[in-house]
């Protein structure tokens, strides 16, 4: 496989999940800002928000974690060897086990939702109704880990037939079920909150549903099939047992973060949430979205032993990466107050909250372009089977997590929770970087840098021409209208700015993130 038939496979497929994430993203921002308007970042916002991450857990430690990136390889080499039914009871055996645990799981964690809050919160101990209302919506979410686990393994499936575009589109049904469900539901519940939760688990099982049809596509629907004892299964839990304790590591950073937010002033938590998810837009459009196309080329040269292609498929999917989240990072900074501002100030959502989660944002953005090539440089490991890496390497970012959050939670407050999640991520890429180095020897380091370099350079120009347009213009004296029209033409302005200048610098990604905008499969 040369080269350019791997970057075309990257880029192709990232395109398709890069468009699906927008759309994905915009509705998330329209639930999101739905949220805000109905619950502001008051007692309500907050309890919701921590049941949402707690039983959000498993999506993030199969979804886009340990059963996903451990099943690829695995799938991907088993289904060349086998027959067309041979592959599909492979895919039955897996569903129907994982059916299995991940219902026990949730069964569990329903029964022990008190305990599981009380470990996560113990902040919100000190209001009654407020860690009641928390344990309640807990409870309520955890059949959404059953809809969300199953979905990974259809995800899996269809990526390693590198079919991208129903698994990317199915945020987009879940987003739409929890808005359906604050405007249809809310008026007709005491306690309008739990319209979240019923509109989490129908997001949940229509994310799941969407896949079915396109599973019959290539002839994979799964059926009840119990044969855990097939080989392939146990090189999957083989591989995903250290990947998930890795993921789980990751997770521990978030709910460290959570743990120390619910011993601070009410919002904090919310502040924390809204403050991630705008991050999350240019991570998921474009760090998801190369992940995850870049997994399955990366595990066919692995299979393949193809070093040399292996070794570009890795530069490409780092410079293109950087070369969007670089200037992702300024504009985010820049614009943190007059984004939030205009997204989420209105009804319960008032100038406090918008405040504070402007100042949660600037902290998380410094962080932004090291998760985005540690999601890159993790792939790469599994791509090798080799899910030890990075779990030894989450464990130390994670110790450097929980440091910096007792260091800065006194000066910064939540800010300061933001900014320890910033450093240690950006610790742990450098180690990460260091060990592949160690490992494969070079892989492109002086053209990436080089890239970064230029890349660099033009976003801090582009973000001092958005700041003057900003602080010239009387922003705060605006109304909504004119405030959205001014952070629009600004960063019309700055992505004008920012690509004559890669132009003019030479620098080869423009022509790679033209392909990711137009090409389609």
């Known amino acids: 496989m040369g080269k350019g038939s791997s970057e075309g496979k990257i880029t192709g497929a990232a395109s398709i999940v890069g468009a699906a994430t927008v759309a994905s993203r915009v509705l998330g921002y329209i639930r999101d800002a739905a949220i805000a308007f109905v ?44 027959t067309e039914e041979g592959t599909r009871d492979l895919v039955s055996s897996v569903f129907t086990l994982f059916a299995l645990i991940l219902a026990a799981m949730a069964v569990l ?11 996560m919160a113990p902040g919100f101990l000190a209001d009654p109704e407020k860690f009641r209302t928390t344990v ?11 809809f969300i686990g ?91 047992a250290p990947a998930a304790f890795g993921v789980g590591v990751y997770q521990l950073n978030i709910f460290v973060t959570l743990w120390f ?49 292996f070794r570009d498929s890795i530069s490409f999917a ?31 959502f008032g100038v406090e909250a918008t405040n504070g989660t402007a100042i949660a944002l600037y902290y998380y953005t410094i962080g932004l372009v090291p998760v985005a090539v540690s999601r890159i440089l993790t792939s790469v490991f599994y791509s090798l089977k080799d899910t030890v890496t990075p779990v030894w390497i989450a464990f130390v970012t994670f110790v450097f997590n929980v440091i910096f959050c007792f260091l800065l939670i006194g000066p910064l407050g939540h800010g300061g929770l933001a900014l320890a999640t910033s450093l240690s991520s950006i610790i742990g890429v450098i180690i990460l970087l260091i060990v592949l180095r160690v490992r494969f020897g070079r892989f492109g380091g002086k053209l990436i840098l080089s890239s970064s370099l230029k890349s660099t350079v033009a976003s801090v120009v582009m973000g001092a ?12 004296s605006l109304g909504t209208a004119p405030r959205t029209a001014l ?18 610098f030479k620098v080869p990604e423009v022509s790679f993130l033209k392909g990711i905008l137009r090409k389609g499969r």
């Open 39 to 82: 619950f502001g970042a008051g007692l309500y916002a907050d309890a919701f928000f921590m049941a949402f991450r707690i039983a959000n857990l498993l999506r993030r430690l199969v979804g886009e974690g340990a059963l996903t990136s451990s099943f690829i390889p695995i799938f991907t080499e088993e289904k060349k060897k086998r």
């Open 109 to 119: 964690g329903m029964i022990f939702s008190r305990e599981i809050v009380l470990v």
């Open 136 to 146: 309640d919506l807990t409870r309520l979410m955890f059949p959404y880990m059953v």
């Open 150 to 240: 199953l979905m990974a393994i259809a995800m899996g499936v269809l990526n390693s037939y590198r079919h991208f575009t129903a698994p990317a589109l199915s945020p987009v049904f879940f987003n739409l079920a929890i808005i359906a469900s604050i405007f249809a539901v809310t008026p007709f519940l005491a306690t309008p909150v739990y319209a979240l939760a019923i509109g989490v688990l129908i997001g949940g099982f229509l994310q799941l549903a969407m896949q079915v049809p396109y599973l019959k596509r290539y002839g994979m629907t799964p059926k009840t099939h119990i044969r855990f004892t097939d080989p392939a299964i146990k090189k999957i839990f083989l591989l995903m």
């Open 261 to 309: 937010s619910s011993q601070l002033p009410e919002g904090a938590v919310s502040y924390l949430y809204y403050a991630g998810r705008l991050m999350e837009l240019p991570l998921g459009v474009f760090g998801v979205a190369v992940s995850t196309a870049a997994l399955p080329s990366l595990a066919e040269h692995a299979a393949a032993k193809d070093w040399d292609g």
């Open 318 to 348: 780092l410079r293109i990466v950087n070369f969007v989240t670089i200037p992702a990072m300024v504009g985010l900074f820049v614009l943190s107050y007059p984004i939030i501002d205009v997204l989420f100030r209105r009804g319960e």
């Open 465 to 476: 021409v958005i700041y003057l347009l900003i602080s010239n213009s009387g922003f705060s």
């Open 487 to 504: 952070i629009c033409v600004s960063l019309a302005v700055g992505v004008a700015a920012y690509t004559a200048l890669s132009v003019l």
